[in-house]
């Protein structure tokens, strides 16, 4: 995404210099003939330095993201050209979709069920070493100056005991008593903190559901509307050149321009970021309409 930016911003750049390079050379003329005043001349000169500038360094921002994206892809190459991608994603993704594959696949609600299941566990413990408990234990002497192991167990002793101890809980105060009041407490923060993670998580997901839906309407608006900012500006440098626009209108059409590019790019952004985060976390590949792991397997075969 960093390349693609780069390369719009090289493309938009490049077209804008050369826009201007033409309102230069025209408006040197106007100023000789005293259409325009030596401040408004200035004004487009400048602007034509600012679009040389932003040339130069769109392009020398996307040679480094070249670079930088063929060293991770592993890519053995001079360049590799960057292209604004074609839309081929889903129109819309459904929640109900969404939260089915993302509950049957992804181990995050698995671990939460886990550790609702520690913290019963832990409570249980606690109201059981406060119930009654007993202890049985059968001593067997044994010749414990036997030399070797296996005839220590032949000739045992004589000493031999069966005891048997019972612990009964009278009261509930003291020690105890605190000691059931702390697990419990333990035990409704943890719930409480698992039903706040799921909730968390159920919110993240809706929101880039809503991000991907709107990301790609405001994909074709932005697409379109870009377009018809780089058709404008054209126009606009062709009406200084009759003489039926300003400066001032020139480099407000230039901004608009440079503003709709942007936009462009944003929901292009969004739309692939969304899209691969749902993707992710639901493991299924909404586009084909299969699951990760049976995609996996069929391409293994």
Do not use: C
Request: net charge neutral; proline share 1%; hydrophobic share 35%.
């Amino acid at each position: 995404m960093n390349a693609l930016l780069n390369k719009m911003e090289k493309e938009l750049a490049l077209e804008n210099k050369q826009n201007n390079d033409t309102l230069l050379h025209i408006a040197e003329v106007k100023l000789k003939n005293g259409n325009i005043t030596e401040y408004d001349f200035k004004q487009i000169e400048l602007q034509s330095l600012n679009t040389q500038y932003a040339y130069e360094n769109g392009t020398k921002n996307y040679t480094e993201s070249q670079q930088k994206l063929m060293t991770f892809l592993g890519i053995n190459a001079d360049s590799v050209d960057i292209g604004i991608p074609v839309f081929e994603l889903p129109l819309s993704i459904d929640a109900h979709l969404v939260t089915t594959y993302v509950k049957k696949n992804n181990p995050f609600f698995k671990q939460q069920e886990i550790q609702k299941l520690e913290a019963e566990k832990s409570l249980f413990s606690a109201k059981l070493s406060n119930r009654l408990n007993g202890n049985i234990n059968l001593n067997y002497g044994i010749n414990q100056y036997a030399e070797t192991f296996i005839n220590a167990y032949r000739h045992g002793n004589q000493r031999q005991s069966l005891n048997i101890g019972f612990q009964i809980p009278v009261f509930q105060w003291g020690i105890n008593k605190n000691r059931m009041r702390i697990a419990e407490n333990t035990h409704q923060a943890s719930n409480l903190a698992i039903e706040n993670r799921i909730l968390e998580f159920e919110n993240d997901i809706r929101e880039k559901i809503n991000t991907y839906n709107q990301s790609v309407k405001l994909w074709f608006t932005s697409e379109k509307a870009y377009k018809l900012s780089q058709e404008q500006y054209r126009m606009q440098v062709q009406k200084f050149t009759l003489g039926k626009v300003s400066v001032y209108e020139l480099t407000t059409a230039l901004n608009d321009q440079n503003d709709a590019m942007q936009r462009y790019y944003t929901a292009i952004r969004d739309s692939f970021d969304s899209y691969f985060s749902l993707r992710n976390m639901a493991l299924y590949d909404f586009k084909k309409e299969t699951e990760l792991e049976v995609l996996f397997t069929d391409r293994r075969k």
